[in-house]
């Protein structure tokens, strides 16, 4: 039975590296800014998934502590790359208004 639970949880283990590297060519190939922080994202959820699978593996609980502390960081890096994304995307929008409207004012100036 012990044998049973060490290949499931390898397998385990196996299966989400594989998806961190499908995130990791999402994250590199995304073609928008926000599909690579939703893969950075994930790629920080699979791995403390795989930590937490290690942890049980290895009969380790003091892993299940790093697991937390892994979970916060991952959780504050998204959130301050997702605040910088937001910033620049927000400048971009309001260089665009301004630029709109100083193209709406010479037009209406030559009309006149």
Same mark, same amino acid.
């Given at each position: !039975?012990?044998?049973?639970?060490?290949?499931?949880?390898?397998?385990? !283990?196996? *299966?989400?590296?594989?998806?961190?590297?499908?995130?990791?060519?999402?994250?590199? @190939? *995304?073609?928008?800014? !926000?599909?690579?922080? !939703?893969?950075?994202?994930?790629?920080?959820?699979?791995?403390?998934?795989?930590?937490?699978?290690?942890? &049980?593996?290895? @009969?380790?609980?003091?892993? +299940?502590?790093?697991?937390?502390?892994?979970?916060?960081?991952?959780?504050?890096?998204?959130?301050? +790359?997702?605040? *910088?994304?937001?910033?620049?995307?927000?400048?971009?929008?309001?260089?665009?208004? @301004?630029?709109?409207? +100083?193209?709406?004012? @010479?037009?209406?100036? &030559?009309?006149?």
């Amino acid at each position: !039975m012990e044998t049973a639970y060490s290949v499931l949880y390898i397998c385990t !283990m196996i *299966g989400f590296a594989l998806c961190i590297f499908a995130c990791l060519v999402r994250a590199i @190939k *995304g073609p928008r800014t !926000m599909d690579r922080i !939703m893969a950075i994202n994930m790629i920080g959820t699979l791995a403390v998934i795989i930590i937490a699978v290690l942890s &049980l593996y290895l @009969k380790e609980s003091f892993l +299940l502590d790093v697991d937390v502390i892994y979970a916060v960081l991952s959780f504050l890096a998204v959130v301050v +790359l997702t605040k *910088g994304y937001l910033g620049v995307h927000r400048e971009e929008e309001e260089l665009k208004n @301004k630029y709109a409207h +100083l193209k709406m004012a @010479k037009y209406i100036d &030559l009309t006149d």
